[in-house]
């Protein structure tokens, strides 16, 4: 196998490989049961992520083409995350204060490269730079990447029932955590 390089890589940089990610996306996200915003909206979910200051991205490359991608943001005391778990978590587990919780929002490999490992040097080399006590996300029902995240240090919360008007991707999703190390300030 070619060298594969996974590195984190700054808002900066992520800022000018917006179509690189976003073709990835496409084709990873494209496979049912997932669901894939379209490339506008994927790019304006992008965007938006870029502006905020907890943004956090890893990158895999295989002779400087893009064949992975992970990333992410902090959750504030203000979002809906843990709304609708249908296994309620006490008040001390769902509120968030600044620094608490980093949600991965977005993880992929190309189909040609799964199962060599990257995937999970991907959520490793993005998480071991995090500040955060711990990490969240949220996925489809179904899909192959529930075994990637048992195989890679996740716990299953609980399923979760999207807020009607929260306009997030799927009406269902199972909600995973990960301890990480970090102490809680950034
Ligand atoms: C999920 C995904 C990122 C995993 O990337 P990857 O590079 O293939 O994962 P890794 O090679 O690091 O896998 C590590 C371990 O996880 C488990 N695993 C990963 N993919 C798996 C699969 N499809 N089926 C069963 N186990 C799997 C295995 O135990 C694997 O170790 P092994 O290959 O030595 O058996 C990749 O499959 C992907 O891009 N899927 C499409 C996009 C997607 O669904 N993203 C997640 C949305 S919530």
Same mark, same amino acid.
């Given at each position: ?62 002779? *400087?083409?893009?064949? /992975? ?6 959750? #504030? $005391?203000? =979002? ?6 249908? !296994? ?49 996300? *949220?996925?489809?029902? /179904? ?6 995240? #048992? $195989?890679? =240090? ?6 979760? !029932? ?25």
């Amino acid at each position: 196998m070619d060298e594969v390089s996974v590195r984190v890589a700054a808002a900066s940089e992520v800022a000018v490989r917006l179509d690189a990610i976003g073709g990835l996306y496409q084709q990873a996200f494209a496979e049912p049961p997932n669901v894939a915003e379209t490339p506008a909206e994927h790019r304006a979910t992008l965007l938006r992520l870029l502006s905020d200051p907890s943004f956090g991205c890893a990158l895999a490359e295989v002779g *400087g083409e893009l064949v /992975g991608f992970v990333y992410g943001y902090q959750l #504030t $005391a203000s =979002g809906r995350w843990w709304d609708g778990l249908r !296994d309620p978590m006490p008040q001390e587990f769902t509120t968030e204060w600044e620094g608490r919780t980093f949600a991965i929002i977005d993880i992929a490999v190309a189909q040609p490269w799964r199962r060599h490992g990257i995937g999970a040097r991907l959520m490793d080399t993005l998480l071991c730079e995090r500040a955060e006590q711990r990490a969240t996300l *949220g996925m489809i029902p /179904g899909l192959p990447a529930a075994e990637f995240y #048992t $195989a890679t =240090g996740w716990d299953l919360l609980s399923r979760q !029932d999207s807020p009607p008007d929260a306009g997030w991707t799927s009406p269902v999703f199972d909600v995973y955590v990960r301890e990480l190390t970090g102490t809680g300030s950034r």
